[in-house]
């Protein structure tokens, strides 16, 4: 899932157990403080915080629980905001998993 900044696009994603978020700095943007929490949090960013410049273009954050969490950006809360709902991922059936690997391999 990619998170793009100048604005952010989309605000709110949903994802799996696991996977990855990625926040991009777009041309022209400014340095942004991205953390989780909200605004009004008294000790927000404890999930993730991370800084965006001209030098750091992007930063990655791996879903390890699920939830929904919202961020923000500091210098922008009030429109640079979102949440990302993490659901449980799929499980994997070993029986369709044994059959899908027997197709590609070779005897």
Excluded: C
């Excluded at 952010?8 to 041309?27: C, F, H, M, N, Y």
């Excluded at 965006?52 to 429109?79: C, I, K, S, V």
């Excluded at 991922?89 to 899908?100: E, I, K, N, S």
Aim: hydrophobic share 40%; proline share 5%; aromatic share 8%.
């Amino acid at each position: 899932m990619r998170i793009v900044l100048q604005r952010v696009t989309p605000a709110s994603v949903t994802i799996r157990k696991g996977d990855v978020v990625r926040w991009e700095l777009q041309e022209n943007a400014g340095t942004h403080i991205i953390m989780s929490g909200d605004v009004d949090d008294e000790n927000p960013g404890q999930i993730f915080k991370f800084t965006l410049t001209r030098d750091h273009l992007e930063a990655e954050w791996t879903a390890n629980a699920t939830g929904t969490f919202p961020y923000f950006a500091q210098d922008a809360p009030e429109t640079m905001h979102g949440t990302i709902t993490v659901t449980a991922a799929t499980p994997v059936d070993m029986t369709t998993w044994g059959r899908l690997k027997n197709l590609f391999e070779t005897r």
